[in-house]
């Protein structure tokens, strides 16, 4: 059994010079630094239809959507190699290998459950629907998708 005398205490003190004392293991963690559960996404694995923009881009060219989310969270504007990446791994079968590091990223750092299936197994077997979903939640949450198109120039005479 632990003496209490031997546990290592913890001291807040204040400008009011006021030092509480107590064993840290009697001291409870706040509510506020408490991790919440994860949140569900906020739409459907299977709810392309609610973006048919980015549904249909991703249907066709799975590698562009890839590099956009890529990018996004790798806070890289206007780079071609996350897609050029992507786009090269689909011809031996390893996208999901890659893509599914981007999804886990997006779970942590939104807080989301890891739903419908792992994030390997969701982008081995619904690899671009869980690109649209993934898209879907950076719109949600306002990251940047894509760059900006460059200023338009004119020729002087």
């Not at 969270?73 to 079968?93: S, V, W």
Request: proline residues 8%.
């Amino acid at each position: 059994m632990s003496n209490p005398e031997s546990s290592p205490v913890v001291s807040l003190g204040g400008k009011t010079g006021v030092t509480i004392s107590a064993p840290a293991s009697r001291l409870a963690t706040p509510p506020a630094l408490l991790p919440s559960a994860p949140q569900p996404w906020s739409t459907s694995i299977f709810a392309c239809y609610k973006d048919i923009g980015s549904c249909c881009w991703t249907m066709f060219c799975p590698a562009a959507t890839f590099g956009t989310l890529a990018n996004a969270l790798d806070n890289k504007k206007g780079t071609k190699a996350n897609c050029c990446t992507y786009f090269l791994r689909q011809f031996c079968c390893a996208t999901a290998s890659l893509s599914s590091k981007y999804r886990a990223r997006i779970r942590e750092k939104y807080n989301l459950m890891e739903k419908p299936l792992s994030d390997f197994a969701t982008h081995c077997f619904l690899p671009q629907c869980a690109l649209c979903q993934e898209y879907r939640e950076l719109k949600r949450f306002k990251v940047e998708l894509g760059s900006k198109a460059p200023p338009s120039q004119s020729m002087k005479k």
